[in-house]
């Protein structure tokens, strides 16, 4: 039962432009939703998070969107990078500092 | 800034062989994580601990179990291991209370890759 999802296992974007990844989970009761970046051989790195008392949360290139009554949200990367290729974790959880629900993961690859 | 740091990072055993995973969180950090990621897949929770205390159980086979010492280290015990043991083995951290307690990201090691041949 994946609680947590992401359909696009990966995504190309050209340097420049915005990469969009998205999310979507079933369970209503995760109220904290956070992004990890992972390189390969390298543990998740934390990226930005949003709480569910909010829609938007922005840090410098990223912006994540969270629309509750879908349980939907959405990473930005504006402008993307090269160095951004990564694959990106969605995850959710139901407290602070409880246990990670994670999705699938998306591959970006920012290409010149 | 100090990591979580997780030993060994690779590690090569046979089947029903046993291994240990040692991790040891941030300073000051009062949770540990185990986490399992198999190849082409997303990390699996297995279990957690807090002020030494397991906090939380996830999908951790019978054959595996963990604990918290006093120094808030943590040990993965993995005993009869099968072909599908193999994966990269992630500790987390996180400081849950006190004062340096944050809003609910986990900070992670660099993983432990096991491989049972």
């Known amino acids: 039962d994946q609680q947590v999802k992401q359909n696009s296992p990966s995504l190309s974007v050209q340097e420049g432009r915005i990469s969009i990844l998205n999310c979507d989970y079933t369970n209503s009761m995760f109220d904290y939703f956070l992004w990890y970046k992972k390189y390969p051989a390298e543990g998740p790195t934390f990226l930005i998070s949003i709480s569910s008392i909010k829609d938007k949360n922005e840090d410098g290139r990223f912006t994540v969107f969270l629309n509750k009554s879908a349980k939907h949200l959405s990473l930005h990367i504006v402008p993307s990078q090269p160095g951004d290729s990564a694959v990106y974790f969605c995850?959710?959880?139901?407290?602070?500092?409880?246990?990670?629900?994670f999705g699938t993961g998306t591959r970006l690859q920012v290409t010149l | 800034a100090a990591g979580v740091i997780q030993s060994p990072r690779h590690l090569i055993k046979e089947k029903r062989e046993t291994a240990t995973l040692k991790c040891y969180p941030i300073p000051r950090h009062d949770t540990v994580y185990w986490y399992q990621q198999g190849p082409g897949q997303d990390p699996q929770f297995l279990i957690s601990?807090?002020?030494?205390?397991?906090?939380d159980k996830g999908s951790i086979p019978d054959r595996f179990s963990a604990q918290q010492f006093s120094d808030y280290h943590s040990e993965l015990n993995m005993s009869s291991l099968e072909l599908g043991d193999s994966a990269l083995y992630f500790c987390?951290?996180?400081?849950?209370?006190?004062?340096?307690?944050?809003?609910?990201?986990?900070?992670f090691g660099e993983g432990s890759r096991l491989t049972v041949l």
């Open positions: 995850a959710a959880n139901t407290g602070t500092a409880s246990k990670l629900t």
């Open positions: 987390a951290s996180s400081a849950l209370k006190g004062e340096f307690a944050n809003t609910g990201e986990l900070f």
């Open positions: 601990f807090y002020e030494k205390m397991q906090s």
